[in-house]
């Protein structure tokens, strides 16, 4: 179990306690100040390079952990792979040792393979790795930044703020995670995050849709989407992630959406307090009706919002700081 | 706090080991309302000033100082708290700082303002806090008040408004609230 991320690669929530939670959150909170200033930036990483290694396509990942990196003073260095190497055929641990020859601090990898970032953490491990999405099995700070929205909500709605919240609002909090479970690292990493915070958490999906090992997650199955509606204080759609082939667990996506989509009808049987969020990028009308993508109960813009602080809050204890006495 | 009892500074730091009492919280009080009408002598009666209590010791000694501005002039005093963690020089030599909050909500161009810290050192947080002043704008002045000076300046910063000169031995350590200064050490509890 990790404590704190502190001077640590991030690579999975799995392990990563509910201090250590709380910390990048609380850590957040401070760089969301800062990005309401004039002047966005602040020295922390001056100095340092962080290279942003993307194999996957990404809008909103990529850009956020850059303006995040930027933010602190860091350098990045940016591999477009489209147009590098990797194109000629150089493998994963050639394209990093070249990159840690330009000296770096840090790497930012989004890889199609699981577990290529713990990979890539082996071969240079003098250098902090964070995953930004490997294949199928986590994307840390997605997880995060979904559970940073929720209790900047929740303390917003209190009248409270999220430092002076702590952890305390996710006792209990009921989390209804929706949709293409079995490819999703985002469900990964968010139920890492809720469950380590103390929510209760469930899921819906089709079958076909459910990973094998379900029965192993710390997660309580729900077969019908509708029965669940009114259990929920948060509900988290999933992207149905066509370019895995999830297209082909599902009849027909009309079928999908009739089941387990988030259509007007089943939007407003939720609480009006009910928080819908989804990690983008939307399928318009499969996984959410368009309408309800844009009530103000749909929180999905500030998930994006969020991403900066986050990663701004996870590059800043992982690269910055000296390793030695952090307990 | 009676001798050798101790006490946490600052928070979640080193335990703070009190070898004895300086200052009670009295004169805490008595140098913190001459430090105030010091303030408002130089200052011509306070137009444009923005006090900056540094996280976390210099927050009490800051609200104290802009309520006792406030009770001599009248006017309310713009009160603020900044903290430096981003901008320390040895934050490659050190494990991260907790952050805690920063509250500017205003441009300070043309303000006169007092940055207000609880023990003046090494100087090396009064220079971060400069730098970092620097992004909220062009302050027509900016001035230091700290409630001790102990000395063992590494930079060449001075404080305008001073509670009380302790000279010092690098293996001491000061721990100065509103109820009082102590001098002790620090170390593992």
């Known amino acids: 179990m990790i404590d704190s991320i502190r001077s640590q690669n991030l690579l999975t929530l799995n392990d990563v306690s509910r201090e250590a939670i709380v910390e990048v959150l609380d850590t957040a909170e401070s760089f969301v100040e800062v990005n309401r200033r004039t002047i966005k930036k602040v020295p922390a990483l001056k100095g340092r390079v962080v290279a942003s290694l993307f194999f996957e396509e990404s809008t909103r990942t990529r850009l956020s952990f850059e303006t995040a990196a930027k933010r602190l003073s860091a350098d990045v260095l940016s591999l477009a792979v489209a147009s590098s190497s990797v194109k000629k055929g150089e493998s994963l641990r050639d394209t990093i040792a070249t990159i840690d020859a330009l000296g770096i601090d840090a790497v930012v990898l989004r890889h199609q393979s699981s577990g290529a970032a713990l990979q890539v953490s082996r071969y240079v491990p003098h250098v902090r790795v964070i995953n930004a999405g490997d294949g199928l099995h986590q994307h840390p700070t997605q997880g995060l930044l979904d559970a940073f929205t929720v209790r900047q909500v929740l303390s917003e709605r209190a009248g409270t703020s999220g430092l002076e919240s702590g952890a305390q609002l996710f006792d209990g909090l009921r989390v209804l995670i929706v949709g293409d479970i079995r490819h999703s690292r985002v469900a990964r990493s968010d139920i890492a995050a809720y469950s380590a915070l103390g929510c209760d958490v469930h899921v819906a999906a089709p079958g076909t849709l459910l990973p094998a090992d379900i029965e192993n997650w710390p997660v309580r199955v729900v077969e019908d989407f509708d029965q669940a509606l009114e259990w929920a204080d948060v509900v988290a759609l999933l992207r149905l992630q066509r370019e895995r082939g999830s297209g082909s667990f599902v009849p027909s996506l009309a079928e999908f959406t009739r089941t387990f989509g988030l259509t007007l009808e089943r939007a407003r049987r939720l609480r009006p307090t009910t928080i819908i969020m989804h990690p983008g990028p939307m399928n318009r009308g499969v996984e959410i009706d368009s309408r309800v993508a844009d009530l103000p109960s749909a929180v999905i813009e500030r998930q994006v919002a969020n991403g900066v602080p986050i990663r701004m809050a996870v590059l800043y204890l992982t690269v910055a700081g000296s390793s030695e006495g952090v307990p | ?189």
């Open chain 2, 1 to 189: 706090m009676s001798s050798g009892e101790l006490r946490q500074t600052p928070p979640g730091g080193l335990a703070f080991f009190a070898k004895s009492q300086l200052l009670t919280g009295e004169e805490v009080e008595r140098a913190l309302k001459r430090m105030a009408h010091e303030i408002v002598e130089r200052n011509h009666g306070l137009p444009r000033l923005s006090v900056i209590g540094l996280q976390t010791g210099g927050v009490a000694f800051a609200t104290r100082i802009a309520e006792l501005l406030h009770d001599i002039v009248g006017d309310d005093v713009s009160l603020s708290l900044l903290d430096v963690s981003f901008y320390r020089d040895d934050l490659n030599r050190n494990p991260v700082p907790k952050s805690t909050a920063t509250t500017i909500d205003h441009d300070l161009t043309d303000q006169t303002v007092i940055v207000v810290d609880d023990v003046l050192f090494t100087g090396r947080t009064i220079r971060a806090a400069l730098n970092a002043l620097s992004d909220w704008g062009r302050p027509r002045s900016v001035q230091l008040a700290v409630m001790v000076d102990r000395g063992h300046r590494e930079l060449p910063i001075r404080p305008d408004y001073v509670g009380k000169n302790l000279p010092t031995s690098l293996d001491e350590a000061i721990l100065a609230t509103l109820e009082g200064v102590w001098i002790g050490t620090k170390g593992e509890s």
